[in-house]
């Protein structure tokens, strides 16, 4: 009886992992930067991301253009400086300039902040749609080609139409 057990357990795990291994695979790939490039939203996100450039540029030039300034004051009027006041305004030189740097890398995290609080809702979207398509058309993996990793593909479908489809995009 023990005997027959173990046989029947052994033939229904051979049998498990044969119709395991049979299993179809099914490949999908899109490109994800076409798709981006048609996701609504995007040129909203993508002017109102220009716009904090803007601001962020000019407050930069305002800054840059002050320090110039002092600079040139620095260089005409040294000669006639104390030794006081020259190492008070070369020390307001270098007190700009560090802020001006200090400016410059703030104001690129932040830039960096910005631009994903604005695409992270279409990205999201996008990631959603691609989960949805490949659920819903049996697909097992969906590659990315716009990263250029995809070496080589057989028997994949692009599945960027149907993801334009299940978002409501021509």
Same mark, same amino acid.
């Given at each position: 009886?023990?005997?027959?057990?173990?046989?029947?357990? *052994?033939?229904?795990?051979?049998?498990?992992?044969?119709?395991?291994?049979?299993?179809?695979?099914?490949?999908?790939?899109? @490109?994800?930067?076409?798709?981006? #490039?048609?996701?609504? +939203?995007?040129?909203?996100?993508?002017?109102?991301?220009?716009? =904090?450039?803007? $601001?962020?540029? +000019?407050?930069?030039?305002?800054?840059?253009?002050?320090? %110039?300034a002092k600079y040139n004051d620095y &260089? =005409? !009027?040294?000669?006639?400086?104390?030794?006081?006041? !020259?190492?008070?305004?070369?020390?307001?030189?270098?007190?700009?300039?560090?802020?001006? #740097?200090?400016?410059? #890398? @703030?104001? %690129? &995290?932040?830039?960096? =902040?910005?631009?994903?609080?604005?695409? &992270?809702? $279409?990205?999201?979207?996008?990631? &959603?749609?691609?989960?949805?398509?490949?659920?819903? @058309? +049996?697909?097992?993996?969906?590659?990315?080609?716009?990263?250029?990793?995809?070496?080589?593909?057989?028997?994949?479908?692009?599945?960027? *139409?149907?993801?334009?489809?299940?978002? +409501?995009?021509?």
């Amino acid at each position: 009886m023990k005997k027959s057990l173990v046989l029947f357990l *052994a033939a229904m795990f051979a049998f498990g992992t044969a119709a395991f291994a049979q299993k179809t695979v099914k490949l999908g790939h899109i @490109n994800s930067s076409d798709l981006m #490039q048609i996701m609504p +939203g995007k040129d909203s996100a993508q002017a109102a991301f220009e716009a =904090e450039v803007k $601001i962020v540029e +000019g407050e930069l030039k305002a800054m840059q253009e002050e320090l %110039q300034a002092k600079y040139n004051d620095y &260089q =005409e !009027r040294r000669a006639q400086m104390t030794d006081l006041i !020259r190492s008070t305004k070369e020390q307001e030189i270098r007190d700009l300039d560090t802020r001006i #740097q200090t400016y410059q #890398q @703030n104001a %690129q &995290q932040k830039l960096r =902040e910005k631009e994903t609080e604005l695409l &992270q809702p $279409i990205i999201d979207r996008a990631k &959603q749609a691609i989960a949805d398509v490949a659920k819903e @058309n +049996g697909y097992t993996y969906v590659f990315d080609t716009s990263a250029g990793t995809l070496l080589y593909q057989q028997d994949s479908d692009d599945i960027l *139409a149907l993801v334009k489809k299940k978002l +409501g995009l021509k």
